[in-house]
T-cell receptor, first 114, second 112 residues
Framework: DGGITQSPKYLFRKEGQNVTLSCEQN?????MYWYRQDPGQGLRLIYY???????QKGDIAEGYSVSREKKESFPLTVTSAQKNPTAFYLC?????????????FGEGSRLTVL | RKEVEQDPGPFNVPEGATVAFNCTYS??????FFWYRQDCRKEPKLLMS???SGNEDGRFTAQLNRASQYISLLIRDSKLSDSATYLC?????????????FGKGTKLSVKP
C-alpha cells in the first residue's frame, strides 16, 4: 500500500549528538514537509520541499537540516545546535492534484534527548 | 492575534451529545480550510475539507464563514470513538507552498 514511512519511531540521543530521522514516501508526491509537535501545541513547520533538490525553511528551521536528493526521500537531521530537540517529529507529503491541501502523515518519530 | 486559534478544551461530553468547535483565522486572504483529527500520540489525519457552501459527511458538518473569518465543525450523536484532538488547518496560498497553518487543536473526550 502507498504511504509514508518514518523511522525510527523512538529515538534517544545524548546532548551534543546529531541524529537523522528518515522519511520515505511511495505516493509519488512532489511536496514533502517536516513538522515538530510539542505537548499541547500545534504543528510547527521546520522545512518543506516542493521538488527534488529544492527545499525551503519553515518557521523553526534553526538547528535542523534536510536534503531532497530523491523524490521519495526527505530526511531530517537534528543537529547539536537545536537547543530543545525533544519532541514529536512528523513528516508529511501532499498530493499533486490542484493543491488540495490534504497532507498525508507518517506515524512520527519521537525524539528524546537525555 | 494568532493566525489560527482554537478553543483548546477539553470538551467533555456524554455519548450521543452534539458538540461544536470553532476555529478563527486572521488572514482574510486564506484560501483553503480543513479539519484534521489526531488521536493520542498518533499522526493527524484529514477529517474534512471545508467548502464555502458547507459540507456534511455523516455525523460531521463543517462550515466556513468568510465574513467573520471562522470555520466550524459540528459532531452529532457523539461516539466514544470520536474522542481525539481536532486540528483546524488553514492555507494562505497554494497548499503545496508550505503555507499551511495549524491550530493547536481542540481536545474532545466522549464519555459513556
Amino acid at each position: 500500500d502507498g504511504g509514508i514511512t518514518q523511522s525510527p519511531k523512538y529515538l534517544f540521543r545524548k546532548e551534543g549528538q546529531n541524529v537523522t530521522l528518515s522519511c520515505e514516501q511511495n505516493l509519488n508526491h512532489d511536496a514533502m514537509y517536516w513538522y515538530r509537535q510539542d505537548p499541547g501545541q500545534g504543528l510547527r513547520l521546520i522545512y518543506y520541499s516542493q521538488i527534488v533538490n529544492d527545499f525551503q525553511k519553515g518557521d523553526i528551521a534553526e538547528g535542523y537540516s534536510v536534503s531532497r536528493e530523491k523524490k521519495e526521500s526527505f530526511p531530517l537531521t537534528v543537529t547539536s545546535a537545536q537547543k530543545n530537540p525533544t519532541a514529536f517529529y512528523l513528516c508529511a507529503s501532499m498530493g499533486n492534484r490542484g493543491n488540495t491541501g490534504e497532507l498525508f502523515f507518517g506515524e512520527g518519530s519521537r525524539l528524546t534527548v537525555l | 492575534r494568532k493566525e489560527v486559534e482554537q478553543d483548546p478544551g477539553p470538551f467533555n461530553v456524554p455519548e450521543g451529545a452534539t458538540v461544536a468547535f470553532n476555529c478563527t483565522y486572521s488572514n482574510s486572504a486564506s484560501q483553503s480550510f480543513f479539519w484534521y483529527r489526531q488521536d493520542c500520540r498518533k499522526e493527524p489525519k484529514l477529517l474534512m475539507s471545508v467548502y464555502s457552501s458547507g459540507n456534511e459527511d455523516g455525523r460531521f458538518t463543517a462550515q466556513l464563514n468568510r465574513a467573520s473569518q471562522y470555520i466550524s465543525l459540528l459532531i452529532r450523536d457523539s461516539k466514544l470513538s470520536d474522542s481525539a484532538t481536532y486540528l483546524c488547518v488553514v492555507t494562505n496560498y497554494g497548499g503545496s507552498q508550505g503555507n499551511l497553518i495549524f491550530g493547536k487543536g481542540t481536545k474532545l473526550s466522549v464519555k459513556p
